[in-house]
C-alpha cells in the first residue's frame, strides 16, 4: 500500500530525510520511532505531498507521490503533529467541511459524521464549538477527520503526545480499529510503549536516516536486546 | 481546478469570519457605527447652534450696547463681567470661549469720519470652539463697521455702492460646498481605504493565522489544489472588503446628515448628490479591483509571515500607501493627475472620483480601468504562485 524508495529531503545544505525507504502493507501499523529532530515529521509531510522530495519517491495507494500528489491526497488521511482544528467551528462542522472537500456526498457524509462522533464518545458536544475542547477532545476530531472519507493509508504524526493515560487509550483502540479494517497506517512516535503496543513494524530514524528497521522481534535480534528502548539507544548511539 | 470545492473553501471562511467577533468589529461596527461618530461628533460639539459659544464682555459705559446687539444671537451667549476680573485667565481657563473689552464713547464713530474705535479681543485660537466665537465676533464688526461707512457715506451724499466698484459672480461649474468635499476627498479616501484595509484583519487570519494555529497543515492534506484554496479564501477576502467599503460609506452618509445636519453647520453632505446608475457601477467595479488587487497583495505577503503578528508588522504600512496617494490628489493638478493613470491605487481612485463628479471621459476610463485590471491580474496570479510555493508555505 506505502512504498518508499529512497526518499530524501534536503533544505539547502541541511539534509532531513536521507535515503528512507521502506514499505507498508495493508493492515499494518508502520512505527516511526526517533529522538526530536531525527525527521520523522519530515518523512510525514513528504509522504503526506506538504514537501516535495528533493531524492527518491513514494507511491501510496498505486499512487506516485511526484506524478499524482493529489490522488495520493485523495488516498490518505493525515493527523498532523498539531491537531490543526478551527476554534470557531463544531466537531461536526469540521468532519463536514473536510468530507466535501473528499467530493463527499452530502447525505453519507452526515451520516458517517454522526457515526463516527459516536464512536469517538462526541455526540453530544459534536455542535460544541471546539475552541472549549480539551487536548484529548481536539486529538479525537483530529483523528475523526483524517478518516472521514475513509482513506485506505493514515498518516499518524505523534498521535498521542501530550495525551493523559484514558485519551491515549481511546486513541490507541482506534487505531487498532483501523488496522483490522485493513488500513495501512503509518504512525510517527517517540513513545517506546506506544510503539511496542501498536506497530507491527518498527523503522528506527537517526539524524535523517534510518538505523535499524524490522518487527520488534527482528530488532531483539539484531541488536542483542530485550527492550526496545535498549534497542533504541543502542541503535542510535551507534 | 474544481468549482465546489472552491465553494466549499468559501463557505467555511465566510462562516469562520462570521464568527470572529474581531472581523465583525473591523468590517461592521467600526465603519457604520465608530468612523461616523468620530468624524462627525466633533463637528456636532463644537458646533455654535447646539451649544452657543460664551463670550465675556467688559463694557464701561453702554454706548456699546448696539454693538453688542449686533452680535448676540443664538450662537453667541454674551456675559457681562466687571472691570476687575481678569479676562485673560477666564478665557485660558476656558470659563469662556472669547474676551472682549469695549471702549468707552463707542457710539462716538457715528459722529465723524475720522473716529475710529477699538475693541480689544481675548481669544484661544488653538480651541475650536474659540476660533469660531472670533469669526462670529469678526463677523459681526464687519456688519456694524458697515453700517457706519453706510451712515458716513450719506452724510458725505455718496451711495453705498461707491465702496464696491468691482463685483465678482460666482458661477460654480461643479458641485460645491460641503457635498463637494465630501465627493471628492472623503468617500474616494474612504471608499479607497477600506477596499484595502477593510479585509486585512481577515487576510492576516485565514493565512498567517492558519500557519501559526497549525490548521493550514491539515488543509494542504486534501485533494483541493492550493490554486483553490487560495482562491476560496480570496472571495471570501473581496466580499468582506466590498461589504466594509459600503458600510463606510453608509456610516459616512448618515453619519454627515445626522450629526452635521442636527449641528447646523451648513446642508447636509449628502444633499443634492446625484450620481447615476452608470457611474454607480463604475464605483463599484473601480472599489471591487482595487478590493481584489489589494486582497492579492495581502494574501502573499501575509502568508510568507509565521505568524498573525509578523503580517500584521508587515501589512499595516500599506493603510498609507492609500492615505498618501489620496490625499496627494486633491493637490495634483488635472494634468498631473492625467499622468499618473497608470499608477496602481491612483488609477482605481480617478475612476471613483471622476465617477462621482460625472467627468468620465471614456479614453481615461480605459486607460485607468485596463491598468487597473492588470494589476490586480499580476496580484493574483503572485498569490497563487506564492501558495504553490513550498519555501513560502513551509516557513513556520
Known amino acids: 500500500m506505502i512504498r518508499c524508495k529512497s526518499l530524501t529531503k534536503k533544505f539547502g545544505e541541511f539534509t532531513a530525510v536521507d535515503q528512507v525507504s521502506f514499505d507498508v502493507g495493508n493492515g499494518e501499523v508502520f512505527g516511526l520511532l526517533g529522538p526530536n529532530g531525527a525527521g520523522k515529521t519530515t518523512t510525514m509531510r513528504l509522504l ?191 | 481546478m474544481n468549482a465546489r470545492r472552491i465553494g466549499v473553501i468559501a463557505a467555511k471562511e465566510l462562516k469562520d469570519a462570521l464568527r470572529d467577533r474581531r472581523t465583525i468589529l473591523a468590517m461592521i461596527l467600526i465603519p457604520i457605527i465608530v468612523l461616523p461618530i468620530l468624524m462627525f461628533l466633533p463637528v456636532f460639539l463644537a458646533s455654535p447652534e447646539r451649544n452657543p459659544v460664551r463670550v465675556a464682555v467688559i463694557q464701561t459705559d453702554t454706548s ?59 481669544v484661544d485660537q488653538s480651541s475650536t470652539r474659540g476660533t469660531i466665537a472670533f469669526s462670529l465676533v469678526q463677523d459681526a464688526v464687519t456688519e456694524y463697521a458697515k453700517k457706519v461707512v453706510e451712515e458716513r457715506l450719506a452724510q458725505t451724499g455718496l451711495p453705498p455702492e461707491a465702496l464696491n466698484p468691482i463685483e465678482t459672480e460666482v458661477r460654480t461649474v461643479s458641485v460645491t460646498g460641503v457635498g463637494a468635499i465630501f ?46 484554496i487560495v482562491l476560496g479564501k480570496f472571495l471570501i477576502a473581496v466580499l468582506i472588503a466590498l461589504v466594509s467599503s459600503v458600510l463606510a460609506i453608509t456610516g459616512m452618509m448618515t453619519g454627515a446628515v445626522f450629526l452635521v445636519g442636527a449641528a447646523g453647520a451648513g446642508e447636509p453632505a449628502a444633499a443634492g448628490i446625484a450620481i447615476s446608475f452608470t457611474n454607480l457601477m463604475l464605483i463599484g467595479l473601480a472599489t471591487l479591483v482595487l478590493a481584489m488587487t489589494s486582497a492579492s497583495i495581502e494574501m ?77 491580474v499580476i496580484a493574483l496570479a503572485i498569490a497563487i504562485r506564492i501558495f504553490n510555493s513550498e519555501k513560502a508555505m513551509a516557513r513556520y
Open chain 1, 48 to 238: 503526506s505531498t506538504l514537501l516535495r522530495p528533493t531524492g527518491g519517491t513514494a507511491t501510496i495507494a498505486g499512487h506516485d507521490l511526484l506524478r499524482e500528489p493529489r490522488e495520493v491526497r485523495a488516498s490518505i488521511g493525515v493527523l498532523p503533529e498539531d491537531a490543526g482544528l478551527y476554534d470557531r467551528l463544531t466537531p461536526k462542522e469540521h468532519l463536514l467541511y473536510y468530507g466535501r472537500l473528499h467530493g463527499m456526498h452530502e447525505d453519507s457524509l452526515s451520516k458517517r459524521a454522526d457515526e463516527l462522533l459516536d464512536t469517538m464518545e462526541l455526540t453530544d458536544r459534536a455542535n460544541t464549538k471546539v475552541g472549549d475542547f480539551s487536548k484529548g477532545m481536539k486529538q479525537k476530531v483530529a483523528l475523526l477527520r483524517a478518516f472521514i472519507h475513509d482513506p485506505p493509508v493514515l498518516l499518524l504524526d505523534e498521535p498521542t503526545a501530550g495525551l493523559d493515560v484514558m485519551s491515549a487509550r481511546h486513541i490507541h483502540a482506534f487505531v487498532e480499529r483501523f488496522r483490522r479494517e485493513g488500513k495501512a497506517i503509518v504512525i510517527s512516535t517517540h513513545n517506546m510503549t506506544e510503539a511496542q503496543k501498536l506497530c507491527s513494524k518498527i523503522a528506527i530514524i537517526d539524524r535523517a536516516k534510518v538505523v535499524g528497521m524490522g518487527t520488534v522481534k527482528e530488532l531483539q535480534a539484531l541488536t542483542s536486546q530485550k527492550d526496545l528502548e535498549n534497542i533504541f539507544v543502542q541503535l542510535v548511539t551507534d
Open chain 2, 64 to 122: 456699546s450696547d448696539d454693538f453688542l446687539a449686533t452680535l448676540s444671537s443664538t450662537q453667541v451667549h454674551i456675559v457681562r463681567i466687571g472691570r476687575e476680573e481678569n479676562i485673560t485667565r477666564l478665557v485660558q481657563d476656558g470659563d469662556y470661549e472669547l474676551g472682549m473689552i469695549l471702549p468707552p464713547n463707542f457710539s462716538r464713530i457715528f459722529e465723524g469720519p475720522d473716529e475710529t474705535a477699538t475693541i480689544t479681543v481675548f
Open chain 2, 183 to 228: 465627493l471628492v476627498i472623503l468617500l474616494p479616501l474612504f471608499l479607497g481605504i477600506y477596499a484595502v484595509t477593510g479585509a486585512m484583519y481577515f487576510i492576516m487570519d485565514t493565512t498567517a493565522g492558519e500557519k501559526e494555529r497549525k490548521t493550514l497543515e491539515a488543509l494542504l492534506t486534501m485533494p483541493a489544489t492550493r490554486t483553490e
Open chain 2, 300 to 376: 502573499v505577503v501575509s502568508i510568507f509571515a509565521r505568524s498573525f503578528k509578523e503580517a500584521q508588522n508587515l501589512l499595516s504600512p500599506l493603510t498609507i500607501v492609500v492615505v498618501v496617494p489620496a490625499m496627494a490628489m486633491q493637490y495634483m493638478s488635472e494634468q498631473t493627475l492625467r499622468s499618473l493613470e497608470l499608477a496602481p491605487i491612483l488609477n482605481a481612485m480617478l475612476i471613483i472620483r471622476d465617477a462621482l463628479l460625472n467627468k468620465v471621459a471614456a479614453a481615461n476610463l480605459a486607460i485607468e480601468l485596463a491598468s487597473a485590471f492588470v494589476y490586480m
